[in-house]
C-alpha cells in the first residue's frame, strides 16, 4: 500500500501496465499510419525513366523521357521494369528501417512485415516471355 491513497502496490503496478501498453498502442498506430504512407522512387537508363510505387508495389507514377522511348519498346519495357524493381526495394528499404526501429531488427514483428512487403519486390527477368499480343517495338 502506498500511504495516503488507500492503493496497494499490485494497483500502481497495474496502472504503469496500462500506461504502458496505451504508449504501445499508440506509438504502433503511429509506426502503421507511416509505413502505410510509403511510397519509393526508382530511376533506369540513367534517369530518364523513373517510377513510383506505394506499399503494395504497384505503379503510382511512371515517366519515360522522350529519347528512351525512341529506342524502342523493348528498351523501354526493360527501362520501366528495372525502373518499378527500384521503387519497389526502396519501399522494403524504408520499410525495413521504420519496422527495425518500432520493434527491433530482429524481431518476429519485423521480419514478418518485411517478408510480407519483400514478396511485392520482382525481379525483372529480361528473358521472360511477353505474354499477350506480340509487340514488335518501336511503336506507340
Do not use: K
Request: net charge negative; glycine share 10%.
Amino acid at each position: 500500500m502506498t500511504p495516503g491513497d488507500g492503493r496497494t502496490a499490485d494497483d500502481h503496478r497495474y496502472d504503469d501496465e496500462v500506461q504502458a501498453a496505451q504508449h504501445r498502442a499508440e506509438t504502433s498506430a503511429a509506426w502503421s499510419a507511416q509505413v502505410m504512407a510509403l511510397t519509393g522512387a526508382g530511376t533506369a537508363d540513367r534517369g530518364r525513366v523513373r517510377a513510383t510505387v506505394n506499399l503494395d508495389g504497384i505503379v503510382t507514377g511512371l515517366t519515360v523521357a522522350d529519347s528512351t522511348a525512341a529506342r524502342g519498346g523493348r528498351v523501354v519495357e526493360l527501362a520501366v521494369q528495372s525502373a518499378v524493381h527500384a521503387a519497389q526495394e526502396h519501399v522494403l528499404e524504408q520499410t525495413q528501417q521504420l519496422t527495425a526501429a518500432q520493434f527491433g531488427a530482429d524481431s518476429a514483428t519485423t521480419r514478418a512485415v518485411t517478408g510480407e512487403i519483400a514478396a511485392n519486390v520482382r525481379t525483372p527477368d529480361p528473358d521472360e516471355p511477353v505474354t499477350g499480343p506480340a509487340n514488335p517495338g518501336g511503336q506507340w
